[in-house]
T-cell receptor
Framework: DAGITQSPRHKVTETGTPVTLRCHQTENHRYMYWYRQDPGHGLRLIHY???????DKGEVSDGYSVSRSKTEDFLLTLESATSSQTSVYFC????????????FGQGTRLTVV | GNSVTQMEGPVTLSEEAFLTINCTYT??????LFWYVQYPGEGLQLLLK?????DKGSNKGFEATYRKETTSFHLEKGSVQVSDSAVYFCALIGSSYSGGYQKVTFGIGTKLQVIP
């Protein structure tokens, strides 16, 4: 199994508070991604990174920011959590190359009350 | 941009029935195509892949053939088991490098329920 660890695995937070989710990899893969998974929407890309300090927005980036100061860590921050951000968040990694697959973490279930 | 289309389901089948989950895509160039599976409470894991036209990916009795002429990558299994109950995602990685990076594009996911 690819070495991807997400933390925390579960979190309940209050509306308006900042929240940071962490993704840590031991595979030295270049690309890292944050997705959210919601019923009826499947997986939607929030942000991704293609190298240290190189990040870009995905399709649902509003209300989220990311940082990647080291190859192995990719942080997702909800600047001021809202109930619409209640979701399951998945981190993924992939190498450079046309035939590469993505490896996923176990997910973080976030509930905003 | 790239896109992947699949039905959401749920698809409900009896054990030993034949399974087909359709997947069509839109992409420029020659993408690589994947099927991922998500078992309850877990993250996604790769089921099979194909990297060029007419390639057939296979794993655990599942198969999918990369059809460029119909832009499809349908997932099939001849005889499903209760343990196959999961959500199945079709995905692609594009062959174009816009700005030097590439993204994974997923379909919405198809939930499969297999009943004894």
């Amino acid at each position: 199994d690819a070495g991807i660890t997400q933390s925390p695995r579960h979190k309940v937070t209050e509306t308006g508070t900042p929240v940071t989710l962490r993704c840590h990899q031991t595979e030295n893969h270049r690309y890292m991604y944050w997705y959210r998974q919601d019923p009826g929407h499947g997986l939607r890309l929030i942000h991704y990174s293609y190298g240290v300090k190189d990040t870009d927005k995905g399709e649902v980036s509003d209300g989220y920011s990311v940082s990647r100061s080291k190859t192995e860590d990719f942080l997702l921050t909800l600047e001021s959590a809202t109930s619409s951000q209640t979701s399951v968040y998945f981190c993924a990694i992939s190498e450079v190359g046309l035939n590469t697959e993505a490896f996923f973490g176990q997910g973080t279930r976030l509930t905003v009350v | 941009g790239n896109s992947v289309t699949q039905m959401e389901g749920p698809v409900t089948l009896s054990e030993e029935a034949f399974l087909t989950i359709n997947c069509t895509y839109t992409a420029t160039g020659y993408p690589s195509l994947f099927w991922y599976v998500q078992y309850p409470g877990e993250g996604l894991q790769l089921l099979l892949k194909a990297t060029k036209a007419d390639d057939k990916g296979s794993n655990k009795g599942f198969e999918a053939t990369y059809r460029k002429e119909t832009t499809s990558f349908h997932l099939e299994k001849g005889s499903v088991q209760v343990s196959d109950s999961a959500v199945y995602f079709c995905a692609l990685i594009g062959s174009s490098y816009s700005g030097g990076y590439q993204k994974v594009t997923f379909g919405i996911g198809t939930k499969l329920q297999v009943i004894p």
